[in-house]
């Protein structure tokens, strides 16, 4: 009660010195850096380093194998690239060498696994052209777009959106990030995804269709793209569903593995 009323008064007496302080600020000004309660940021361990990378959007692409592009119903020949968002928070970053528990989501009985390279950007621009593009990257991760997949084809079938099926809580699992400075840029190499010891996505990253480069053309054209935004480029053919008790590894050359199971 006294606490409560000291805070009052101090209250009252910051915006009176803030209002003879700063006449031509707006009020709000002040006290737009104060929350009522706090967010964690959503951050990715960078190897070698010990800064870690700050997410600001993550952007994915869909059907950008030729082969899952068919399995998914396409034409692969014939469609532009499209784009759709996950929640930064839907981030669970997985330390390789490690067995890390991934929860089984709700509402879904269909879990899919899509085995993904992401590109993660330390600038940000409008229109960048293709030969640019790659200026932009900052470095790569292995990641995985968890789908909702019974989901996604339900809102798909009545031209609603697919959040349900995309958007939801940890359904990004990423390992670290590797630097471009240090390790490259990863346009080539084996890309697999095992469930509990058995390969069941397999190709090699030059079978993209849109290039990681293309990739942030196209999204710069729709998008200002920022630094922190990522990008999950896309996953191959045989996409397949996960159950409780189930173990996946991911494997992309020149990056560890990750290995999660599904609780
Ligand atoms: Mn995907």
Known sequence: MDFARRNLFSKAGLVGATAL???????WAQSASKTPFEIPTTTIPIVGSTQVFPVRRIYCIGRNYEAHAREMGSDPTREPPF??????????????GQLVNHPYPTLTKNYHHEIELVAALSKGGRDIPVEKALEYVYGYAIGLDMTRRDLQRAMGNEKKPWEIGKSFDHSAPIGPIHTVEKFGHITQGAIWLKVNGVIKQEANLSQMIWSVAEQISKLSAAFEMMPGDIIYSGTPENVGPVV???????????LPNISLRVI
């Open 21 to 27: 302080a700063s006449y031509s600020q707006p009020s």
């Open 83 to 96: 784009f759709f968002q996950k929640p930064t928070d839907a981030i669970q970053f997985v330390a390789p």
């Open 244 to 254: 409780v008790g189930d173990t996946m590894e991911g494997h992309i050359d020149g």
